[in-house]
């Protein structure tokens, strides 16, 4: 497959990672994660979730017992797998071409390490800045950037189901364009 460089000064695009998540699965050791592991992947960043056991408690454990030990799991985890974890997001970072997160989920807690915070340039009308300061003033965030940030979280929240019928048919469409000849 031929890629086209970018001009001069222009980002280019990184390879594509349609394989990225059978590689990943291959890549990681057996034993770490009770299912195979979940792969988010944008031009930017792949992001490489796993499930871990939770841990076995008494009976009568409480809730706030659960959560510490499920939080533990994932902190011993994270500590016991750094080096190899390391050397697999080496080797994804040099195949894709993009930085390596990884996080962990056990029962209901969930920790991303070590992600990537990528800034983002925008104009903004009069009108779209009187939202973000007044986020900013009523301290649902420190500064604008903070406050447009959590305006992104917020409509991915509520519009979860078009964004993956979005996603879908973007890649349809990659997968039509790739049918074709390839490009020069």
């Known amino acids: ?53 939770v841990p076995e408690l008494a009976a009568d454990a409480t809730d706030a017992d659960r959560a510490a030990a499920q939080t533990g799991r994932i902190h011993q985890f994270r500590e016991d797998t750094r080096e190899a974890r390391i050397r697999v997001a080496q080797q994804v970072e040099h195949r894709y071409q993009r930085k390596v997160a990884w996080g962990a989920r056990c029962g209901d807690a969930e920790q991303l390490y070590t992600h990537l915070a990528a800034p983002v340039m925008t104009r903004l009308r009069q009108p779209e800045r009187q939202v973000l300061d007044t986020l900013v003033d009523a301290g649902v965030a420190r500064s604008r950037s903070e406050a447009l940030a959590w305006c992104v979280r917020l409509t991915g929240q509520h519009t979860e189901e078009w964004l993956a019928g979005l996603r879908d048919a973007m890649t349809r469409v990659d997968e039509l364009r790739r049918q074709g000849p390839d490009t020069v």
Do not use: K, N
């Open 1 to 53: 497959m031929r890629y086209r460089a970018a001009p001069p000064g222009a980002r280019s695009e990184p390879p594509p990672a349609d394989d990225a998540a059978g590689w990943i699965t291959g890549a990681v050791p057996d034993g770490w994660f009770t299912e195979p592991p979940q792969v988010v992947i944008d031009r930017d960043e792949i992001i490489i979730w796993g499930r871990l056991p």
